[in-house]
Structures are given as C-alpha cells and as structure tokens.
C-alpha cells in the first residue's frame, strides 16, 4: 500500500490534487467489480498469436492472449485490465482460465506448442506447479508443449517463484522470459534462472533499421542466448525489413502483425492447415 501510494505522490512527497487520476481511479474501481463476475459470464475469451519459424515462414506455436468483451464497453486490452485483476486477485482464476482453455485448444492441433503468460501474483501461488500439472493430466497436452512466459521483474528476489519454475521444468514444461531487456535482471542472475527462451521486447525490434546502432541491443540479447544455449523469440515484428535482419542476426522464431494479429481458434487453424507444405495432387 505504501508503494502505491508512492507513486501517487509529486516530486516533493506532496499528494497533488488529480482530477484526472481520480476518474481513472474510479474507472478502474468499477472494471474490477465487473471482472469478479466476468469470467462466470463467459465475458473472457482466448486468441492465439503465431509463433513463426523465421526460415521457413511457418507457425511453430502459440501465444495465447486474453481477451474480456465487456457488455458496454466493448473489448478491453489485457494491459488495461490484467493489473486491475493482479491487484484484486481475480488474476488467479483468470490465470488457470486463459491456461486450461489454451492448453485444451492445442492439444488438438498438431505440430505447435502453446506459450501462456504468468503473472508475478500468479507466480507467487502456492499451487502453481500442481495446479499447471492437473491442466495438463485434463487436457492431455504433453508437458513439452507448453511454455510459460515470465516477466524479468516478477523474478526479481522471487527464491520460492524460481524454485517452483525449476521444479516445472523438471517436468519438462519450458519458461520464457517475457519483454526481455526492459527489467532490471542482472545478467549474471539470468544465467542462474531456470529459463529456456528469452523473448525480446518489441521495443528493440521496432530500433531495427539496418543500422549497427539499430540492432545493438538485440545482437546483444541473441549472443547471449546462444552463449546461454536459449532459444530467442522476437516480438513485435512488423515488417518484413525486420524479419530479415533478425533472421540474418540468428533469431530463430518470431512474433507479430507481420505475420498475423492474435487470432481465434479458427482463423489460427486456417493459418496452420494452409502453412503445411500441400502434398502435390495426382496428376
Ligand atoms: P505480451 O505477453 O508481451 O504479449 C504481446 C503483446 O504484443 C500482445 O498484446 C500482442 O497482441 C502484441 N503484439 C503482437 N505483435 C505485435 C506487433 O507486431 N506490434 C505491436 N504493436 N504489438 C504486437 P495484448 O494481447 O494486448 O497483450 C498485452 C499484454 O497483456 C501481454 O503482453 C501480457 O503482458 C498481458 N496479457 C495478455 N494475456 C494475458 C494472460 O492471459 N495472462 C496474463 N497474466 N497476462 C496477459
Ligand atoms: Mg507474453
Ligand atoms: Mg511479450
Ligand atoms: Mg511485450
């Protein structure tokens, strides 16, 4: 409480009178009444962004998005209301909905994996590792499908959210860390976590430009990874300039409107069915 309160004050410790934060405070107040029972509505529902070989064009995953369609207000962004649901808790439910939906969805699909987000409250759950196993034993999605994406703050001095990803991954679930380069990890503690992917933050992506300063720091992050044997995605690919020089770097796998916006199941499974090579028909 005292950190949030922080961050409302002025420069010189002084709470300033803010009509604007004030509304936005009531607006979020109101959305999180909303979302205790938007879930037992049916309000939130999944979409699934490809994951693309960047050699051969093809999906090789998943990253399953949430969506919440609210009666009056439309669709609202995750980024709007997944830190409303931190603050308030219902993250966790929302949490085990987004993975069992996602996990349910590509068991059915062949040849993809499926990454999930996890939020720091949920990485702090005392359940997680067994909640993540029971999703799986339910849905029959071998562990090695699934990733789950973490940011680099929700693992800072988090012994006992680290402890419960190793102990994943020993069940053979990958991690990937989430937006990477915009945290404050220390490089030599990234070398300490239990990691398989570093997911390199849009932000670097949009520098590409052709230029060594352009792509800096992402030949930097792709140079540690391979010294760390990680696999790179990179997120936010937008042009077909950056696909390029990301393949030309050594990045892997790629993410972004480029390729395609999140998706519906159904739209994703055109996408899958239409990306595998057509055997050529008799003639
Ligand atoms: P994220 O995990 O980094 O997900 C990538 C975000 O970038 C998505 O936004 C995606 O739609 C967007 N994106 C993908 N390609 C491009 C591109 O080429 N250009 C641009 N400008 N954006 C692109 P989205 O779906 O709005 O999600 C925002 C954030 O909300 C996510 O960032 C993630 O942190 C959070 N989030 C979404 N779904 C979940 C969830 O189920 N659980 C949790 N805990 N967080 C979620
Ligand atoms: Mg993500
Ligand atoms: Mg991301
Ligand atoms: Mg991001």
Not at 51 to 56: E, K, T, Y
Request: net charge negative; proline share 6%.
């Amino acid at each position: 409480i005292a950190m949030y309160q922080a961050k409302h004050l002025g420069k010189h410790g002084v709470q300033l009178h803010d009509p604007a934060m004030t509304d936005r405070r009531a607006a979020d107040a109101r959305l999180g009444e909303d979302l205790a029972g938007a879930l037992d509505r049916g309000e939130l529902h999944v979409l699934y962004q490809p994951l693309v070989d960047l050699a051969s064009g093809r999906p090789v995953g998943a990253e399953a998005l949430v969506r919440w369609q609210h009666p009056r207000l439309g669709v609202v962004s995750p980024a709007r209301f997944i830190p409303i649901a931190e603050r308030s808790g219902t993250i966790a439910d929302i949490g085990m909905f987004v993975l069992e939906t996602a996990c349910r969805q590509v068991a059915g699909w062949d040849g993809v994996y499926v990454s999930v987000n996890v939020s720091p409250r949920q990485l702090q759950e005392e359940t997680l590792v067994t909640d993540v196993l029971d999703v799986l034993a339910r849905t029959g999605l071998a562990p090695d499908r699934l990733v789950l994406e973490i940011t680099e703050s929700a693992l800072v001095d988090e012994s006992a959210g680290i402890a419960k990803l190793r102990a994943l991954r020993d069940h053979g679930i990958h991690v990937a860390i989430d937006d990477f380069g915009t945290g404050y990890s220390s490089l030599h503690y990234l070398t300490r976590l239990p990691v398989d992917i570093l997911k390199i933050d849009r932000s670097f992506v949009a520098e590409l430009n052709g230029t060594p300063e352009g792509s800096g720091i992402t030949e930097a992050i792709l140079r540690l990874s391979q010294v760390l044997h990680l696999t790179t995605v990179a997120e936010g690919i937008e042009t077909a300039e950056q696909a390029a020089e990301l393949q030309l770097l050594g990045c892997a796998i790629g993410q972004g409107y480029l390729f395609a916006r999140p998706l519906p199941p159904a739209r994703f499974l055109e996408l899958l069915v239409s990306s595998v090579p057509q055997p050529s028909s008799p003639s």
